[in-house]
């Protein structure tokens, strides 16, 4: 199915257009359909998206194409204009897609909920707020008449990957500046997809973690049968491999603590894999109730409320370093709510 391009009256006089995303376009999140029910794997899409006809307004006045690039050993027109996506947005959009990503109410062809956090790890890895691309009018051999665009860039390919179809706009404004022309490309979806609550799969698992924490058990039931951190768990050994105070590596012995309570986090940092450390257990219990705390750079602060017999038994050292994998800084936000807000 084509993307529609959505116009009013005025829409070419303001600058700015939009296009519904199709499924056609998007590389991952195929929906399943009569067509390809039967199959292995969906088609893999078209890398360019439909704009509208070659000879229409948008072609000729809304993008201008004064450069050439070679794709496919084909020689298209290129834009020398800076396009961009803006960071916040596609993070934005990816919180606000949460539901859908996790609960959803198209049937897609895949578990989309599977790569929600990688592709939230390279929206974050990108060092700009504006992730700067540029295009070009991809045409075709057997649809010279139709308006395409693309880009070889690798923020196009994240895009794909990224975009619900159908229940999708990508919304782009043509900037006029005194000596230059930029576009920015914003995503957006419908608000009818969007629960700003927790979706009740994630709200199960928490309570079930909740319910787990509260029973006296010994400490091997607890770590086997904590499947209500399963998800946090696993993307938090993902990102931190072993207690930074005993140097143990058995999954079967860590916890997993986040820095930010659950409650009070949204959707994306409950399950965010820098959201805490992996502990085992006495020392997650220090961490949870605010008794122990770490700066950045992973030097430990103790809680004037600690007992010294705690500190000796556990050979506490304050201020002493430990690795808590924070060379790429991504934990620091969520320690320092931990030292602001839970450490006592």
């Not at 000796?312 to 931990?338: C, F, M, Q, W």
Request: aromatic share 12%.
């Amino acid at each position: 199915m084509d993307e529609k391009v959505e116009q009013n009256e005025n829409s070419l006089f303001q600058n700015r257009l939009s296009v519904a995303i199709s499924d056609s376009f998007v590389s991952r999140n195929k929906l399943r359909t009569e067509r390809n029910a039967s199959k292995l794997k969906p088609s893999s899409g078209e890398s360019r998206i439909y704009i509208g006809s070659q000879g229409s307004p948008i072609a000729s006045s809304f993008f201008s194409f004064t450069d050439t690039i070679v794709y496919l050993k084909n020689e298209f027109d290129a834009s020398n204009a800076n396009c961009y996506f803006r960071k916040s947005n596609l993070l934005e959009y990816l919180e606000l897609a949460f539901k859908e990503y996790h609960e959803p109410a198209q049937n897609y062809f895949y578990d989309i909920s599977e790569y929600y956090f990688e592709l939230k790890q390279k929206i974050e890895d990108y060092k700009d707020e504006k992730i700067f691309f540029n295009v070009f009018n991809h045409r075709g051999k057997t649809d010279t008449e139709r308006f395409y665009i693309n880009s070889t860039s690798e923020i196009w390919r994240v895009f794909r990957r990224l975009a619900l179809p159908h229940i999708s706009t990508l919304s782009i404004t043509k900037l006029l500046e005194p000596d230059k022309v930029e576009y920015e490309f914003t995503l957006s979806i419908k608000e009818k997809f969007v629960d700003r609550e927790m979706p009740m799969v994630i709200r199960e698992i928490y309570e079930d973690a909740e319910q787990i924490e509260e029973e006296e058990t010994d400490v091997m039931s607890v770590v086997t049968s904590r499947k209500g951190q399963g998800k946090f768990k696993n993307r938090l050994l993902s990102t931190m491999k072993k207690c930074p105070f005993t140097g143990i590596s058995d999954p079967i012995l860590l916890r997993a603590s986040h820095a930010k309570p659950w409650n009070l986090s949204n959707n994306i940092e409950r399950l965010d894999g820098y959201n805490g450390l992996v502990l085992t257990p006495t020392y997650d219990v220090l961490f949870d109730r605010g008794l122990i705390s770490f700066m950045d750079n992973g030097a430990l602060l103790i809680s004037a409320l600690v007992s010294i017999e705690i500190i000796e038994k556990l050979n506490l050292v304050s201020g002493k370093i430990y690795d808590i994998a924070n060379e790429t800084g991504k934990r620091s936000p969520y320690l320092n709510y931990h030292r602001e807000n839970i450490f006592k």
